[in-house]
């Protein structure tokens, strides 16, 4: 009988304690004082830890890898697309510094 106990926790119990909710993480970090650039930096590299499983409760999709249907924009006078796109390594990524704009937030 533990053993079904173990096998629901795990299944069922364990991923709903295990992800982290970022606006959450966002307002903890600035309602405890931190600087805002601070707060930002903090909860992005705690997000890193979801983005290969995403957080379906909050439905916030895989995003290492994550597959993007077009990718266009324009440069100079050269306009460039890239369909069906494959990205991989953004939780590896390196955040050097956060610079949030509070007069430019939408």
Aim: proline fraction near 5%; aromatic fraction near 14%.
């Amino acid at each position: 009988m533990h053993r079904v106990g173990f096998y629901f926790f795990i299944s069922f119990i364990w991923p709903l304690l295990s992800y982290r909710d970022p606006g959450k993480d966002m307002m903890e970090c600035v309602d405890s004082g931190e600087d805002l650039n601070v707060c930002a930096k903090q909860t992005l590299e705690h997000f890193r830890d979801t983005m290969e499983t995403g957080v379906p409760e909050l439905q916030l999709p895989i995003l290492d890898p994550i597959h993007l249907k077009l990718i266009d924009f324009k440069f100079y006078n050269l306009t460039t697309e890239f369909i069906d796109v494959d990205l991989f390594g953004f939780k590896i990524f390196r955040l050097k510094s956060s610079n949030v704009d509070k007069k430019k937030r939408l």
